[in-house]
């Protein structure tokens, strides 16, 4: 089973404005105040972003133009811990 994006997928970074192309994440990113953003690897990394449920989920675009959730969510088969507090 696999989770799709619902709706129209970003098109851009909401942080540095780069255009999404077949990668984004979906993350709660603490390091800029703690809010979701959709952000590309480039940003997730840099602001220290995580995979898991409640905390971000990598999205890759599938051959028919959909995003698959690939990593960090409930179906994926990379479930990352999440630790209690942080
Ligand atoms: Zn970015």
Not at 12 to 34: H, K, Q, T, W
Not at 36 to 50: L, S
Not at 63 to 77: A, H
Request: hydrophobic residues 35%.
């Amino acid at each position: 089973m696999t989770s799709r994006w619902i709706g129209n997928a970003p098109s851009r970074c909401d942080l540095c404005d780069a255009p999404i192309v077949d990668e984004f994440y979906d993350a709660s990113m603490p390091n800029i105040g703690g809010s979701w953003a959709n952000v590309d690897r480039r940003c997730f990394t840099m602001f220290n972003g995580k995979l898991g449920v409640g905390r971000g989920q990598r999205y890759h675009k599938a051959q028919d133009g959909s995003f698959i959730c690939v990593e960090g969510g409930r179906n994926t088969p990379n479930i990352v811990a999440i630790p209690d507090g942080d």
